[in-house]
């Protein structure tokens, strides 16, 4: 009798355990389709930041222009934001540690 109560109680954990990893899988591909919806909309600009006297500067990685400057990373952002609204920005982590935004 012991015997059967830990088959159901093992067959049980394990079915339980199939349909959390499923609902998971479900999480992560409603989460990979509206990122794909996001990003549709807005374009990624590659970016370097210099830190040149206390002031931050933003230059385009493609072409070297400059796209904005601030004196903290709020108002580089915040700049950058109010410039390119529909832009997504991206800078290698080298250059995030350099200029100590990581």
């Known amino acids: 009798m012991e ?5 159901i109680v093992f067959v049980a954990g394990w079915y339980s355990r199939e349909l959390y990893a ?3 899988v479900k999480v992560i ?15 990624i600009v590659h970016i370097n930041i210099e830190k040149h006297d206390g002031t931050l500067f933003v230059y385009s990685s ?7 400057q601030g ?3 709020d108002e580089l952002e915040n700049n950058l934001k109010e410039r390119y609204p ?17």
């Open 62 to 68: 493609e072409d070297g222009s400059f796209m904005a």
């Open 3 to 7: 015997i059967l109560i830990f088959i």
């Open 22 to 24: 499923l609902y998971k």
């Open 86 to 102: 529909d832009v997504v920005f991206g800078a290698s982590n080298a250059n995030l540690e350099k200029v100590g935004f990581k």
């Open 29 to 43: 591909l409603k989460k990979i389709e509206s990122s794909e919806k996001i990003s549709e909309n807005l374009e």
């Open 71 to 73: 004196k903290n990373r």
